[in-house]
């Protein structure tokens, strides 16, 4: 795959991500308050546990900046492009 199909691909994939999450988060609130019963107080709390939710499940998925650029210099060590040093001067 090329890399302009590969940043295509990647950024179908973001702009379909934030279109959902920009649709669903201010649609949320008064769906949640329909669903409890016109409670507001419980549906506020319902809200805030799902959204809290979602940031931690966010935050446990992640990994670490450094892990797949080590995995990749572990499987594949980077040779010098610097050339030998000869004897003479």
Known sequence: MSPKTRLVVVLSVVYIDMLGIGLAFPVLPRLIEQFEGGDVSLASYTYGALAAAYSLMQFASLRTPAEPT??????????SRSP???GGA
Not at 70 to 79: E, F, I, L, T, Y
């Open 70 to 79: 080590s995995r990749a210099h572990r499987a594949h060590p980077q040779v």
């Open 84 to 86: 030998a040093p000869r």
